[in-house]
């Protein structure tokens, strides 16, 4: 759950098809981030993924034992914590097992991220800070995926998840040895293929320069790049695939540590033919990556003047696609955001809850793209299984939740709509929705009557008094309904007037 006051230590968990990085981070005065301890197992949680589909027992074992030791360092340093996993625990059928025997074992929620957010917090990584007027394309190979972001500063323009990685090509065709010609020519042809179904044909606006930012990257780049130079050309990275794909087993490890040297080809087929598809003439390794977008999205997260405007984009993205009344929700999200900043002596909660209400408000009647009827439901299946890039899995979840309590069964905490949430996430819900209920009541007729509200408390109750145009017989009909739920959540009588 969201905190209200900034740590002063925040921790990093990626766990990735390859390895399983730990960084620890002191926030700064001025909001900047000093590196504390860093840890890197490579333990392979993607092993044997690709091919069976399923994390296995042993591998499951090495994971839950690392988290678990991970977990203590964090701890002792009182670090606030987010963990992500991606690909390779993405792609697994057994995911939700594993993610739960980790919270039983360990304490730790692991975050499974979708490619496009595991692609946003990659972009912040490396982005963070940059000028506005920044144009870059950032490419980031892991074991089982590669992301290709555009960006101006550090805001992604577009974002794309390709199902190749370094791990990925080397099992499906055997690359860990000397690979012959043919082989290398099917392995590049299939990598061209994935990258043209999922990259646009035609980038107009691409730097001439890429910036590559995994430790893969990393390692390929170093191989290609002449002496002195901190990037590789097209034909430095052709060149240097037909050396790779010559090399045995024991000629690679000269040149890269042992758990990268069975899986380098794989990635710098990758990312030869990536960077041929963006059409740049070079790519350049960088050193900060998701690790780093982790921690500075949990600095945002815990700074209560951070306005994540991208948010609110994605959700109208995802009403528009399904159809909604953009007017009715930007005006419903607009009254339920006022309500939770004038009543917030009444419901003390986290400003860091405040993008919750804005999220469901935008999305509450998403569900009519199903069926008008029971839409409350289909709302929260809708947005449960959403990709919104800037949201965790477990606060997609409260925002659904959120949505599916904005019309019929009040949320009272013996209602079947709220199992499987704690007491405070209980009380969140409860509390948003019930703002987010009012808000849409104000709106009933979806003609925006409503211009202005200001709300007072007083120890029995909070009068809400309306600026208005038009009629609004239907609002106050509905408002009415409204105010014995917002007692029971409350404790205070709604009073709803017009200004005189």
Known sequence: MPVVTAPTVLAAIDVGTNAV??????????????????????????????????????????????????????????????????????EARNRDAIVERIHRETGLWL??????????????????RKPRTHRAVLVDIGGGSTEVVTAVGERPTNLWSLQLGSVRLTDVFGASGV??????????????????????ARMAGVPKMALGSSGTINAVVGFAAREGTGHATIRELSEAVEALADMGPAARRKHFDPQRADIILGGAVVLEMVA?????????????????????????????NFEDLDLPEAALAMGRRFGIDVVHHQHVAGLALRLFDQLARLHKLPVSTRPFLEV???????????????????????????????????????????????????????????????????????????????ADALDRSHLQPVTELSCRISE?????????????????????????????????????????
Not at 37 to 65: T, W, Y
Not at 277 to 301: C, F, M, N, Q, Y
């Open 276 to 304: 041929r598809h963006l059409g740049v003439e070079a790519v350049a390794s960088v050193t900060r990556g998701l690790r780093d977008g982790i921690l500075v999205d949990l600095l945002r997260r815990t700074d209560a």
């Open 360 to 438: 469901a408000a935008l999305l509450h009647d998403v569900g009519t793209a199903v069926s008008f009827e029971r839409h409350h439901k289909h709302s929260y299946y809708l947005i449960q299984n959403a990709d919104l890039p800037g949201l965790m899995d477990r606060e997609r979840e409260l925002v659904a939740r959120i949505a599916r309590y904005h019309r019929r069964a009040a949320p009272d905490p013996s209602h079947a709509g709220l199992a499987g949430l704690d007491a405070e996430e209980v009380r969140l819900v409860r509390k948003l929705s019930t703002l987010l209920r009012v």
């Open 460 to 500: 029995q109750k909070v009068a809400i008094t309306l600026r208005t145009r038009g009629a609004t017989d239907l609002e106050f009909w509905n408002i009415e309904r409204e105010c014995a739920n917002f007692k029971r959540v409350f404790g205070r009588t709604l009073a709803v007037q017009l200004a005189k």
């Open 21 to 90: 990085r730990l960084e620890l981070a002191r926030v700064g005065a001025d909001g900047s981030l000093e590196t504390l301890h860093q840890e890197r197992d490579p333990i392979r949680p993607g092993e044997g993924v690709f091919k069976s589909g399923e994390m296995a027992p042993p591998v499951a074992d090495r994971l839950v034992a690392t988290l678990r030791r991970y977990v203590a360092l964090c701890r002792r340093h009182h670090a606030l914590v987010k963990a992500v996993a991606t690909s390779a625990v993405r």
């Open 111 to 128: 975050e499974v991220v979708s490619g496009k957010e595991e692609a946003r917090l990659i972009c912040l990584g490396v982005l963070h």
């Open 179 to 200: 690979v012959p010609p043919k082989q290398l020519q099917i392995m590049r042809k299939h990598a061209a293929e994935v990258a043209h179904k999922v990259l646009p």
